[in-house]
């Protein structure tokens, strides 16, 4: 091949600067606020995210920057790792320490073995039903909307997956402990589930994300670290390449006959590309070139000697 592709200046504006910022969120501030104040960071003009935090919860948020944004669905269905804090005998509406308290019971005669049991109960594939307060919608509308007004919507169980489920500290009424589940697991209803398990009641008293997407709350940066850089180059250093944050996805090198068919939505096959030793298993595949640069998101095509573009990165200069 030996075709010119016409790459406008919007396609390739800020292609440095583009891939995964992983921020330590901070306590009292809303998913949506963090994402904002990425946007007014030097050289990001758009930003998104790959699972939302609770206000008050804190700890690691993966988000994308610039066309990077298009990947935040391969990041959506990757389980996470919490540090969480309950509190037995006191049950409140939302399920956690910023709700009305709806039940007291005591707790002092709880074993500690039988805390223990409760909590290994809540391992493995499980079901649960989501939170009456939660950002879910319902015709539309998020359930906490409904919930505050009165009319709590209860959503129908989903099925989940708690991987690891470890006690760290037990002096009632408070425990301690450390999750890994499945996307889409509400940690403040496993809390209020073991303490239903228990008789008792229970509620979330804190919680830290301390690893999401493959990154860890070490990797993480505070928005005060982050507010205080003055330009796009200083920045960029601290952006994650979307290359690399692919963790999930065995990679392939393209050639440069494969670059010029990836550039113009050309099918590419097998033999167009390299495949790097890699033990990851994904349906997807990432495509980079010798740089490093990501050039597709691609999966094969049941039945055909060919792959499937999922999303597809252009560059200026180059092929």
């Given at each position: ?12 504006q ?29 050289g ?7 699972g939302?935090?609770d ?5 690691v948020?993966?988000?994308p ?17 919490y540090?969480?804090?309950m ?6 509406d ?5 709700g ?7 707790v ?10 409760a909590?290994?109960?809540f ?7 989501p ?19 009165g ?20 002096r009632?009424?408070e ?9 889409g ?12 398990k228990?008789?008792?009641?229970a509620?979330l008293?804190?919680?830290i994300?301390?690893r ?14 982050l ?14 390449p ?8 065995p990679a ?5 006959d ?36 990501l050039?597709?998101?691609?999966e094969p095509?049941?039945?055909k000697?060919?792959?499937?573009y999922?999303c ?8």
């Open positions: 091949m030996n075709i010119s592709p016409k790459i406008h200046g919007k396609a390739v800020d292609e440095n600067l583009c891939g995964f910022i992983v921020v330590n969120k901070p306590a009292g501030m809303t998913s949506a606020k963090v994402v904002n104040r990425l946007k007014h960071l030097p990001v003009h758009k930003a998104g995210h790959t939302t935090l206000p008050f919860a804190t700890g948020m993966v988000c920057v610039n066309r990077a944004t298009r990947l935040s669905r391969f990041f959506l269905h990757g389980s996470k790792t540090k969480a804090k509190v037995l005998g006191i049950e409140t939302s399920q956690d320490y910023t009305k308290v709806l039940k007291s019971s005591p002092e005669d709880i074993a500690i073995d039988r805390i223990e049991a909590f290994m109960a391992t493995g594939t499980t079901e649960q039903v939170p009456a307060f939660s950002a879910l919608k319902h015709k539309g509308v998020p359930l906490y909307r409904y919930a505050r007004a009319n709590p919507i209860e959503k129908p169980a989903r099925q989940i997956l708690i991987s690891s489920l470890e006690i760290l500290d037990i009632l009424p425990i301690e402990f450390c999750v890994t589940c499945s996307a697991t509400y940690i403040r209803t496993l809390s209020a589930d073991i303490g239903k228990l008789g008792c009641g509620h008293a804190g919680l994300r301390t999401a997407c493959g990154f860890t709350l070490d990797e993480a940066l505070s928005l005060d670290e507010c205080e850089i003055d330009s796009a180059d200083r920045l960029h250093g601290l952006v994650v979307m290359a690399n944050a692919l963790f999930s996805m392939c090198i393209a050639g440069r494969a670059e010029e068919k990836i550039a113009f939505g050309v099918p590419i096959t097998p033999a167009d590309i390299k495949p790097l030793e890699s033990e990851v298993t994904s349906p997807y595949i990432k495509v980079i070139d010798g740089q490093n640069r050039l597709a998101v691609i095509v049941e039945n000697f060919e792959y499937h999922c597809v990165f252009h560059y200026a200069q180059s092929l």
